[in-house]
């Protein structure tokens, strides 16, 4: 699982330095990142859940 969760990390992290060139950029690494991050946090939440 910590693997998994840090590849996450580093998808958004790489997404996180891309250079923004216009604004399709910005909306691209903005929906990326936002979509890594909720997906990290169900990934971190959901196995605590569960009994």
Known sequence: MFL???LLIL???FFF???ITDVRTVRMKL??????G???A???VVPRLMP
Do not use: E, H, Q, R
């Not at 929906?31 to 890594?36: H, I, Y």
């Open 11 to 13: 998808a958004m992290i």
């Open 17 to 19: 330095v891309l250079p």
């Open 4 to 6: 998994f969760d840090g």
């Open 31 to 36: 929906s990326v990142v936002s979509s890594l």
């Open 42 to 44: 169900v990934s971190v």
């Open 38 to 40: 909720v997906l990290l």
